[in-house]
């Protein structure tokens, strides 16, 4: 039972250009969290997704961030004309119903040049 | 002031110490999270609390929801523990939103 997979580890983008992130949740988990953890800072939430709804993405930059979680394959968090300060990194985690214990991926580390 | 405080926010000790990490928080919560972040690494999630005491090998993380506090044990630490730890709870306000602690950063050395 494969825990949250989160790809690539290591992302490297040139300015302008778009970054894909990628989140398969544990097996049977329904419900799927992104966070951004810049340097030295804490966690912060961007957006909580169920398939194919987003339910929360009060965390998510106005522009250029969205995220999706199709009702077939992983959950997406896609990033377009990527700036410096998308730099960061991002962690997905995932549950059952709300309430429940959430179980984190490895996290997908951008690094915009 | 932070909804979550975390103490202390860096702690070096030696082999074998016993470590206590606290966290205390303001807001009323269903459950507290600890989990745990190795350099460069990923997330783990060590326990999740909504009353009283959980033990997992060494580790054991106990809550006081009266006096909304909420520590972290380490018995025996070794290198291998060193790691920054987090609290994160979650709101009675809110299903699924953790707010979190800023960590504390524990270092053990041989």
């Known amino acids: 039972n494969a825990g949250v997979m989160q790809n690539p580890r290591h992302l490297v983008r040139r300015r302008g250009q778009e970054a894909r992130l990628r989140c398969s949740p544990m097996k049977g988990h329904s419900h799927v969290y992104w966070y951004r953890q810049l340097p030295e800072e804490g966690l912060k939430f961007m957006v909580y997704l169920q398939k194919e709804n987003i339910i929360d993405e009060s965390g998510m930059p106005k522009e250029r961030f969205s995220a999706e979680f199709p009702k077939e394959g992983p959950s997406i968090l896609r990033i377009q004309q990527v700036v410096r300060g998308d730099s960061a990194a991002y962690f997905c985690?995932?549950?059952?119903?709300?309430?429940?214990?959430?179980?984190f991926g490895s996290g997908t580390r951008l690094t915009v040049v | 002031k932070n909804e979550v405080e975390q103490s202390p926010q860096n702690l070096t000790a030696q082999e074998g110490e016993f470590i206590t990490i606290n966290c205390s928080y303001s807001?009323?919560?269903?459950?507290l999270h600890w989990l745990q972040q190795h350099p460069g690494g990923g997330i783990v999630s060590l326990f999740m609390l909504s009353s009283g005491k959980k033990k997992h090998g060494r580790l054991i993380a106990t809550i006081n929801i009266q006096e909304k506090h909420s520590s972290l044990h380490i018995t025996a630490s070794h290198p291998r523990d060193s790691a920054v730890y987090i609290c994160a709870v979650r709101s009675v306000d809110s299903n699924y939103q953790l707010i979190w602690g800023a960590g504390t950063k524990l270092i053990i050395k041989p």
């Open positions: 807001v009323g919560i269903s459950a």
């Open positions: 985690a995932s549950s059952l119903p709300e309430r429940a214990g959430y179980t």
